[in-house]
């Protein structure tokens, strides 16, 4: 299992990305969205209030390999005896956002296309985000 340590200084705040703290929260709150990405963009829907993207007409598809899910799950996600290992492992987390960016941006555009005049204010939040997407993908790339 991960070590906690109680108390922590601005140098260990600080720390290089396997060891802070900071890093590791973002690491681990990276993850959980990216599967909750793939439960959208695989149309997986387990209770009756859950979104996916075939409420809004769109086909599904997916994210993560069934391997990475697993991780996620086991790693991640839930108390299991897997969890022993949790930060010892390599996430490729650049990668994963890559892959999820194609898929998301499609599902972006797909929607600014069903604005219609009544919807001007969604098609600029859309087209803005999609504006975002695209810059924060450069530098995900250099």
């Known amino acids: 299992m991960a070590v906690v340590k109680p108390k922590l200084d601005e140098e260990q705040i600080f720390l290089p990305y396997e060891y802070g703290a900071i890093a590791i929260s973002c690491l681990t709150s990276s993850l959980l969205a990216i599967r909750k990405f793939d439960d959208f963009f ?7 209030d859950d979104v996916a993207v075939s409420d809004f007409g769109y086909e599904p598809s997916c994210i993560l390999t069934n391997a990475e899910r697993k991780d996620i799950n086991k790693r991640i996600a839930h108390f299991t005896t897997a969890m022993d290992n949790a930060g010892n492992e390599i996430w490729v987390i ?21 604005c219609g005049e009544e919807d001007k204010g969604e098609y600029f939040e859309i087209s803005e985000t999609i504006r975002y997407l695209d810059s924060s993908l450069k530098l995900l790339r250099s």
Not at 42 to 48: A, F, N, P, V
Not at 94 to 114: G, I, N, V, W, Y
């Open 94 to 114: 650049d990668d994963l956002l890559l892959r999820l960016s194609a898929p998301l941006r499609d599902f972006l555009t797909f929607l600014a296309e069903q």
């Open 42 to 48: 695989q149309d997986k829907k387990t209770r009756h």
